[in-house]
């Protein structure tokens, strides 16, 4: 979490870090700030809240000659969100920005008073900054004085700084958090991710744990440990310029939930044309572990349901922020799953790191080209849901449900359990099928009314067996997420173990039912909740009458074959808790305290 970038060249940096900063806001956006070298000296601009707010901030200054800077969007992990917490943080003789956890400030801000320093912020990175400066007024020499300042840190870090002494150049470090150098033509820049300066550049040097980079604009240093200067590869992202422009969409999420047949039905076509392990990886796993953080984790779930159907392989799940502290039990003809859609997820690759540790084979499933979870797995399956800028995630689950099911296919055909006619055959429907069958979903006008009910009611429920239990898992999350009304998700046969208590006159909820297996089921559990005032909104196939005769209101999603159902009813269910938050008037696309990409665990 938290965006960095930095600029040295030709250009105004203040315009360049702003632009740049917006294009990082989904890494965090409770404060913002910059520095900016001018020909008057570093002059520093922050703010709480939205980089929108720094912006006026910073044009109302008029820099003149602004050529070099460093900016950051911050989510807030040591202290308030405000503008004494924003960074950059510093002193007259050096500024810096910061993505990552300084896991022993507390110490480090100990020792600095001793020193004389005075700390005006609660951060942790203030620490990191005042650190810097006192191995600064030591050494007298930038690249030194950070290489004794990293020597000083436990915990993870980015770092983008700036000495007041050499105003036309960038330094950076970084562990455990990302950073790359993008490399321009008389201009260079850093930044957490390559979209904050894919509009100026798409070449780019990625900075590893413990290297660090001076960068002007005509020039980029990288240094190893013991001083060592190190001639790094020159990648180039095979990304486009991120598009900005909600083509017409009242919110980045709408657009993205309209984006997913098309971005379901490219990941089919790029993972059919042989980008994906071939049914020889899959043949001799005995086990599947699946791990994830989030809407990337109900992915894995329903993954799980698909694997152990179609392919009969036992499948174990868990977030990878238990599975990376839990001395997993693996063996060697396990495999192991990661999603992730950033592919930079702090616990996800913590845990890929631990299983790589033990040589167990693993597979990742990830939406971002070259990201660290990608780099560091054994094999990659790549989705291609394009860039999700909404931090609610909607295309980028999707795809990920269409890999996993991709997944098990493959898994099913190198156990024997289907031939490849029959996977083939799967895959086909819904390649042809899902942009009809999530048109008429988008078309529904119940959601909407559905919506209204929702928005009324402090608390929700969410019930289904199956996959439709995790699905209910998602639609419960992004409820939370975007309306901030409370939501659970329960397996439809466990809500009467004591959480039926909280169901009193009124209460909604939301019963997914696409499986016929489980029609008689979860009507009985419906009946239930309904003798004690509940209201059903239930989401079902058009012919479940089953389960439409005995709900409030039903969400209807065609009949299609049930290949389809888990992605009608997943856009069904996102579009219920867009709603929601539309009517309750809330930031849907930047919502409160969230972050798009958690790299801290
Ligand atoms: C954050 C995001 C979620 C996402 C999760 C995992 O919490 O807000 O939308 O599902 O991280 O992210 P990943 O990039 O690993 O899929």
């Known amino acids: 979490m938290c965006g960095i970038i930095g600029y040295t060249g030709y250009g105004d940096a203040s315009e360049i870090i702003t632009s740049g900063l917006h294009l990082l806001e989904y890494r965090g956006y409770d404060s913002a700030g910059m520095t900016i070298c001018t020909d008057s000296g570093l002059m520093t601009v922050k703010t ?184 790094k ?38 993972l059919s044309n042989g980008n994906m392990p071939d049914t020889r990886y899959f043949k001799d796993i005995e086990v599947f572990h699946i791990t994830a953080c989030g809407t990337a984790m109900h992915a894995g779930l329903i993954g799980k349901y698909f694997i152990e159907n179609f392919a009969r392989v036992p499948v174990y799940t868990e977030l990878a922020g238990e599975f990376r502290y839990k001395n997993p039990i693996l063996s060697k003809n396990d495999i192991v799953a990661l999603i992730s859609q950033s592919g930079e997820t702090a616990d996800t690759l913590a845990a890929l790191r631990l299983v790589n540790s033990r040589n167990i084979k693993t597979l990742s499933i990830v939406n971002t080209d070259g990201s660290a979870i990608a780099r560091e797995s054994d094999n990659v399956i790549y989705t291609k ?64 009314k559905a919506s209204e009910i929702i928005s009324a009611r402090h608390d929700v429920f969410f ?41 009193e006159k009124g209460t909604p909820v939301i019963a997914i039912a696409t499986d016929e297996l489980y029609y008689d089921k979860i009507k009985n559990n419906i009946e239930e909740v309904k003798s004690r005032g509940g209201y059903i909104i239930s989401v079902c196939p058009e012919n479940a009458e089953k389960i439409k005769e005995v709900s409030d209101t039903a969400i209807l999603i065609p009949n299609d074959d049930k290949p389809l159902r888990p992605f009608s009813a997943a856009a069904a269910i996102q579009l219920l808790a867009y709603h929601t938050a539309k009517k309750l008037g809330k930031d849907i696309d930047k919502p409160r305290n969230l972050a798009k990409s958690v790299t801290v665990e």
């Not at 900005?244 to 790029?270: N, S």
């Not at 860039?387 to 055909?413: D, G, P, R």
Request: proline share 2%.
């Open 48 to 231: 709480e809240g939205r980089v929108s707010e720094l912006e006026k901030k910073v044009k109302s200054k008029q820099f003149k000659n602004a050529f070099c800077g460093i900016g950051h969007t911050r989510w807030a992990t040591h202290g308030e969100p405000s503008e004494k917490n924003a960074h950059p943080h510093g002193t007259g003789n050096v500024m810096l920005v910061h993505n990552g956890i300084i896991e022993n400030c507390a110490e480090l801000r100990q020792m600095l008073k001793k020193h004389g320093y005075r700390f005006d912020s609660d951060t942790d990175t203030q620490a990191a900054a005042y650190m810097l400066d006192l191995e600064y007024k030591e050494e007298k020499d930038s690249i030194k004085a950070i290489a004794d300042l990293i020597k000083h840190l436990k915990g993870s870090y980015a770092f983008g700084i700036i000495f007041a002494d050499e105003p036309d150049t960038i330094y950076s470090v970084k562990k455990d958090s990302p950073l790359l150098i993008g490399i321009g033509e008389n201009e260079n820049f850093i930044a957490s991710d390559i979209s904050a300066f894919i509009n100026h550049t798409k070449k780019y040097i990625r900075l590893c744990d413990g290297e660090i980079a001076r960068i002007t604009k005509s020039d980029i240093e990288v240094y190893g440990t013991g001083g060592k200067r190190l001639f």
């Open 463 to 503: 019930i289904g067996r199956g996959y439709d239990n995790y699905l209910g898992m998602e639609g419960s999350l992004k409820l939370k997420e975007i309306s901030y009304i409370h939501s659970e998700a329960y397996a439809a046969g466990e809500l009467k173990h004591g959480t039926i208590s909280l169901i």
């Open 385 to 448: 849901a394009g860039t999700e800028i909404a931090v609610a995630s909607t295309k980028a689950f999707t795809v990920q449900v269409a890999a996993m099911l991709l997944t098990a296919l493959k898994t099913a055909e190198a156990k024997e359990k289907m031939t490849k006619g029959e996977a083939d055959s799967i895959i086909g429907y819904i390649y042809n099928n899902i942009e009809r069958s999530l048109l008429s979903v988008f078309h529904s006008d119940t959601i909407e």
């Open 233 to 270: 590869d020159i990648e180039t992202a095979d990304i486009g310029a991120v598009e900005l422009e909600k083509k017409g969409f009242e919110h980045y999420m709408l657009k993205e939930i309209y984006e997913q047949p098309e971005a379901v039905r490219k990941t089919i076509r790029f």
